[in-house]
């Protein structure tokens, strides 16, 4: 008897050794890949402002960083950044919001009445397919300028985009657990909340990050049609005004934002999954 308690006292230091050194190696191996992504960072940047200064490139039409930080603080300095970022910000988390939410209920629709399914499938087809820039005039006359069109643009492309994509997830649940629940006299609403809903939850997930990354896309697209603030409205100044440094810092500004969302949203996902798993 104590030789088996030896053994198994033995058996669990050795377990607890190798997941540490397993964590050990995972915490190592996501820092080598954050230092090599800074690395490439900074050498883009230093290559960009190395070939400004030798006249390898164009400044005109591709800036370089030194005029971005210049204008990244004259921006700041007049007030101008924050108020574009906080208009760009509302806009993009709003039409996120909101296109998940109805993108979802149309899709909860579809899967509970299986013939009205059939009946709009091609017409979800067709409206995924057209072009959402060619509503831009449909938008202004209905909506007028401003917050209303930049709103209804990107709602134009999130909601028919996770439609379609939470709806599929819905469709690829294993229909022997619906079949097993149903022999247990399990109704509709129990079948979907118990087994539909969970198993989908990958794919809402999914369909989350693209749904903020066309988000982002639409409301941008909807401040160059209309808008009069903005990340995109400053893009569409600074390109006809031929100011090339406003438009370059415009993109930037955009893209360190659309990156700091898509973390922020990966931060909640996984404390969410670490709280119900």
């Known amino acids: 008897m104590k030789l088996q308690q030896v053994k198994k006292i033995i058996i669990r230091k050795a377990e607890n050794e190798a997941h540490r050194d397993y964590l050990f190696q995972t915490k190592v191996e996501a820092l080598l890949v954050l230092f090599t992504q800074l690395i490439l960072l900074v050498s883009f940047i230093f290559l960009w402002e190395l070939a400004a200064q030798r006249g390898i490139i164009n400044t005109f039409l591709t800036s370089r960083p030194s005029k971005v930080y210049q204008t990244i603080m004259q921006l700041y300095h007049n007030g101008q950044l924050f108020y574009h970022l906080r208009v760009t910000g509302i806009e993009t988390g709003l039409s996120f919001i909101l296109g998940t939410i109805i993108g979802t209920f149309i899709a909860i629709v579809l899967w509970w009445w299986k013939f009205l399914s059939k009946v709009l499938d091609p017409y979800l087809i067709v409206l995924n397919s057209l072009p959402k820039v060619a509503l831009g005039p449909l938008f202004i006359i209905v909506f007028g300028l401003g917050f209303k069109s930049i709103i209804a643009m990107a709602l134009s492309i999130t909601v028919i985009t996770t439609t ?114």
Do not use: H
């Open 164 to 277: 379609i994509v939470v709806y599929s997830g819905f469709l690829n649940v294993d229909n022997n657990y619906l079949k097993l629940v149903k022999t247990f006299g399990a109704s509709k609403l129990t079948s979907f909340i118990k087994v539909v809903l969970p198993a989908s939850i990958p794919t809402i997930a999914s369909a989350l990050r693209v749904n903020l990354g066309l988000s982002w896309v639409g409301v941008i697209v909807g401040e160059f049609l209309t808008g009069r603030a903005g990340l995109g409205y400053l893009a569409i100044y600074g390109g006809q005004t031929y100011q090339m440094n406003l438009v370059i810092t415009s993109v930037i500004l955009l893209a360190i934002c659309s990156a700091l969302s898509y973390q922020l949203l990966i931060f909640v996902e996984n404390k969410i999954r670490n709280r119900f798993s």
